[in-house]
Structure formats: C-alpha cells, structure tokens
C-alpha cells in the first residue's frame, strides 16, 4: 500500500520525496515535509510551496482529503481506495505483503554454536533472530541462503572426547580424575552411556580419542538440530571447518602474498592494525597449528567467494572485537568488507516468578534453550527473542508467558485472530461471503484499523531494512489492542453494515496470521 500511494504521489509531482506516517491516523494516513525540502531551492516560504502542491490533487481519487498543516501536506486515503485494497488482499491471501523477486542475493549465517554441548538460552536469541530475518526476507523477495558454520575440528572437539572418554573409564570402573579443562554436566555421562552401547570396551583407550570425539560432535550436533526443530528453525546447510581446512594454507599464503600477514617470533599474524584493528593477532602458533581466527577467515574467504550480494553474520555480543579482524582479513584478500554484516545478539537474563531461572543440570552452568522450549514453547521462545532489538539486553520472566490475559502478548494476539473466527462462525459467514462488500460506509475508526491492517508490507520492509524486527512484535501488539477495542466499542454481529465489518476483521486477520507466520508462530483458530 504505501509503495502504491508513494508512486502515485511522485507521478504527480514528478520528483522523489519523503513520505511519513503520523501518528495521528486521523489527521492523516500519510504526510510530506516536502515544501521544506524545496523552500531553499526556490527561495519561497514552505506554507506557499504547501499551498501550491495542493493544487495538483485536486479531485484525486487516491485521497478523501488532501490538507496543509504547518506546511506539511497531509493525505487521507479514500475509503474506495482502501476498500479496492482490502478486497485484492483477501482474494490473493498467500500473496499479501509479498515482495517481487529482488536483485539481490544474502548468504545468512546464524548460530554457528561449537558442537560440545546443548544449546543454551544465549544462543536462542541470535538463533529466533536469524531464522526471522530469514523469513523475512524470503517473503519480501530475496533469494536468501542460510547456513550454520561447525567447528568440529581443534582443541575444543579433542577436548569432548576427552570429556566423554574420561566418564566412560569411570562408569567401567577406573580410578579416573576428570581433568579441570573438561565439559561437565549430565550430558557428557548420557553420552558416555550411549558410548559403551555404540563401542566395544576394548575401544576405550587414547588411541581412539579421535575417533570418539567425532562421535560425540555428530551427537551433539544432532541436538543442536533437534532443539532447533522444535524452536522451528532449520539451516539450509551446515558447513564443517574440517572441509576449510583444504582452502587454509591457500588462504593464509594469499594473505602474505597480499601484505596482510607475516610472521614473527616464529607466529604468522594478521597485520589487522593496518585495518583499524587495535592490535595484530596471531593465526598460526609457533607449532603451526591454526587458531580459530586464521579458519574463521578461510571460512570467510570460501563465502564470499561466492556470488552472493550481501553476507550477514548473527554472532554473540563477546564477538565484538573479532568484527575489525575478519574485516580487515576480507578487506586484505580483496573483498569489499562492507558486503560482510556483522549483528551482535546481547545477553539475556531469564527469570522465573521474577528470581533467577535455575541453571541446567544437564549442561552444567548454564540455562539449556530445550529447557525454556520445553516450559513456555516454541511460539513463546520465538516472540520474546524478537520483541526487543537485538542488540540491547534482554530480561524477561516466564511465568508472564504463561498467562492467559492481556499482558500475555501471544495470547493477546492470537486471541485476536481466534476472536475474528469465533465471529465469522457465529455470523455462518466465511471470508468469500462478504468479500465484495462495500466497506466505504464504515466509520472514520474502522477504516483506520483497516489502515492499519493494509500497512503491513510498509512495517516488514522496515523491519528488514533497518535490522529492527521488534517492529513486527510491536505492529502485531498494535493491531491487535486496536482490533479488541473496536471489537469491544462496536456491535458486529446482526449490524446493518455487518458484512463490511466482516471484511474489515478478515484484513485484521490476514495481517495477523501473515505477521506471526514470518515470526515463525501459526496464528491460532481457537483458544
């Protein structure tokens, strides 16, 4: 809608401008400070460049009422307009708010999480997060590509086959001492357990440390996938950093080549202070071996090597000041680092009756995500990590997740939606009976929460532009609050425009349904 009223205005003014939304949707539904913009250029006062833009929309059909204020213009949209709208939405329900095919391509990395453990609450954020702006941008158009990056080689995977290893001689009975620097919590027993039914006792010796360590990674990551599943987030590919291992000595050879690294005390490092980075940092150690550093930017090279547009990265808010050093590699190897997106998850604190939400005793030290999916669901998980920008703190309790009420916003919402069907059910009428219905009799009120309805497409492609999906939790809660209001103020059933007030609560209802859908929430027909 606002994309059709924009380019309406513009082929009558034949110039670009800004289109603003008010506040105040009864003073308009649209406004334009555009006679600001050209007072300087001709040298007249805004309030009479406002006067005579007026001019050029008279009798427009577009608008009920076009108007200055202050030397803004302000457009209010004709109820034939909005009604034209509506009726075009509801025919075509699959396709609302969808965007046409864009040019250009994302490669979306999310997670990511080391396969050593279970995912924890921590990681949940960045994961709802990622899988949103994946939904998003499909449904607005993009050709999206999403991928989890594994690091299933290094110290950290020898240290999980230690960890399993070490349990697995002490449930057979060895004097074993689990050493400080090994994973705790249930789930290294539970996979020391699986252990001895997948291996003969004779495999239980150092020897076979590797090949026990995989094992337990491909565990792990089995549920890291499964909990994933439940929170319904599934990765289009899932990238292993043993497969880059072929591309290192490549990579690393290519950035001295380049300038951007060299070695020193025996050490390779990366000149990344060249780059604004406030240090040099070290890629190879003097044994040679690779740190995380020097694979993340062969990892990173191997991406954006590929023909995609943009590379959007979801880490954690301690990855800071690992942002300057990948840059800074890519920039080295001759990428344009700006296609390289770095958004930063903060942490977040979990409450339960408002005291701290107790650790997992499965992981050890930290909150399990299977934990918190398990006692409010997946539909809650989703709404929460996308209610509040990502990259501020996060606290939330919840027992406020599980009540049934107004302060519940998932149960706010789709109270809504099952609202308007417990109408068109009580009515005998579905959204075919009333779609032709004419809704420009309806009051100045329900054509504005129609509005509100319609507007749809402009909050998703804001959401996606400026990173900031909280815009779609915050229109949902919106649009909801002014729907049971009106519910409540206005007699529907048995009123003498009944059939346009159906067709009014259907667009509230596609809206809904299609908002929760890009959250990853099927909106509900019954509560």
């Known amino acids: 809608m606002r994309n059709i009223v924009y380019q309406h205005i513009k082929s009558i003014l034949k110039r670009d401008f800004v289109l603003e939304s008010p506040r105040d949707r009864n003073l308009a539904h649209f406004a334009t400070p555009l006679a600001f913009t050209l007072a300087k250029e001709l040298k007249q006062s805004p309030h009479l460049i406002a006067q005579d833009l007026l001019l050029c929309f008279a009798e427009d059909s577009f608008f009920d009422k076009v108007e200055c204020v202050n030397a803004y213009i302000n457009f209010k949209l004709s109820p034939k307009f909005l009604n034209t709208l509506c009726t075009q939405a509801l025919s075509n329900p699959s396709s609302f708010c969808k965007g046409e095919q864009k040019e250009q391509s994302i490669f979306l990395e999310y997670v990511s999480a080391n396969p050593t453990g279970p995912l924890h609450i921590g990681h949940a954020r960045g994961a709802v997060y990622g899988n949103t702006l994946y939904n998003l941008a499909k449904h607005l158009g993009y050709k999206i590509h999403s991928e989890y990056y594994v690091n299933d080689s290094g110290k950290q995977i020898s240290l999980l086959g230690l960890s399993v290893l070490s349990r697995v001689k002490q449930l057979l009975g060895h004097d074993v001492e689990i050493p400080d620097e090994c994973y705790k919590g249930e789930y290294i027993i539970n996979l020391a357990n699986e252990a001895l039914l997948k291996f003969d006792k004779s495999f239980f010796v150092d020897e076979n440390l590797d090949e026990l360590a995989l094992w337990a990674k491909d565990k792990m990551l089995d549920n890291i996938k499964n909990t994933l599943a439940d929170a319904k987030i599934y990765i ?20 001295k080549q380049k300038g951007g690294a060299y070695e020193k005390d025996g050490k390779l490092f990366l000149a990344s202070s060249l780059k604004g980075d406030e240090k040099d940092r070290v890629i190879l150690r003097e044994d040679k071996s690779a740190t995380y550093l020097a694979t993340d930017i062969a990892y990173h090279r191997h991406k954006m090597s590929s023909k995609y547009d943009v590379f959007i990265n979801i880490w954690g808010a301690d990855h800071h000041g690992y942002i300057a050093r990948v840059k800074a590699a890519m920039n080295f190897l001759g ?6 997106e770095i958004i930063l998850a903060q942490m977040v604190s979990l409450l339960k009756a408002n005291k701290p939400y107790k650790m997992s005793k499965r992981a050890g030290n930290f909150i399990l995500m299977q934990d918190v999916l398990d006692e409010i669901g997946s ?19 919840v027992d406020e997740f599980k009540k049934e009420d107004s302060t519940n916003p998932v149960f706010y919402i789709n109270y809504a939606y099952a609202r308007i069907h417990q109408v068109f059910a009580k009515a005998q009428k579905e959204t075919k009976d009333v779609i032709n219905a004419d809704i420009s009799s309806l009051n100045e009120e329900a054509l504005n929460l129609l509005f509100e309805a319609l507007n749809l497409e402009a909050v998703l492609n804001d959401a996606f532009e400026s990173r900031a999906l909280q815009k779609i939790s915050d229109y949902l809660k919106m649009l909801a609050g002014r729907f049971h209001k009106f519910y409540n103020e206005n007699k529907v059933l048995g009123a003498e425009n009944e059939d346009a007030l159906l067709k009014l609560f259907a667009a509230v209802a596609l809206s809904i349904k299609t908002a929760l859908a890009i959250i990853g929430i099927s909106a509900k027909d019954k509560m």
């Open 236 to 255: 289009d590919n899932y990238m292993s950093e043993r497969a880059i291992y072929k591309e290192l000595d490549e990579t690393l050879e290519l950035l």
């Open 335 to 340: 990428f344009d680092d700006d296609k390289l």
């Open 379 to 397: 539909d809650a998980l989703r709404f929460i990590f996308i209610s509040k920008k990502c990259d501020t703190h996060l606290e939330f309790d």
